[in-house]
């Protein structure tokens, strides 16, 4: 059974941190690009950073580049997206995604970036 269960989420003030997390099973995970997404209210899901199965290669959405960075441990099954410098804009459900022959969703998990 596939399962990608995200973590992590929370309320921050701008400027602040988090770390979300995706921990997976059932699946060749190592094989698989890994992606997060997310989905603020009325708005339309976008891809926020995505890295290929070993790791070697990143791609970040503008919006974000230099404040975010997702990274994965093959060993554990999980990948990761810090975040940095949040700003109100950043406000979200966070999914993860897995994708290679077929593709796998998160639940999500919330972000609220609020003073």
């Known amino acids: 059974q596939v399962q990608l269960v995200e973590s992590g989420g929370g309320l921050v003030q701008p400027g602040g941190s988090l770390r979300l997390s995706c921990a997976t099973s059932?699946?060749?995970?190592?094989?698989?690009?890994m992606s997060w997404y997310r989905q603020a209210p009325g708005k339309e899901r976008e891809l926020v950073a995505e890295?290929?199965?070993?790791?070697?290669?990143?791609n970040y959405a503008d919006s974000v580049k230099g404040r975010f960075t997702i990274s994965r441990d093959n060993a554990k099954n999980t990948v990761f997206l810090q975040m940095n410098s949040l700003k109100p804009e950043d406000s979200a459900v966070y999914y993860c995604?897995?994708?290679?022959?077929?593709?796998?969703w998160g639940q999500g998990t919330q972000v609220t970036v609020s003073s």
């Open positions: 059932g699946f060749w995970f190592s094989g698989y690009v």
């Open positions: 995604k897995a994708s290679l022959v077929h593709t796998y």
């Open positions: 890295i290929t199965g070993a790791g070697s290669t990143t």
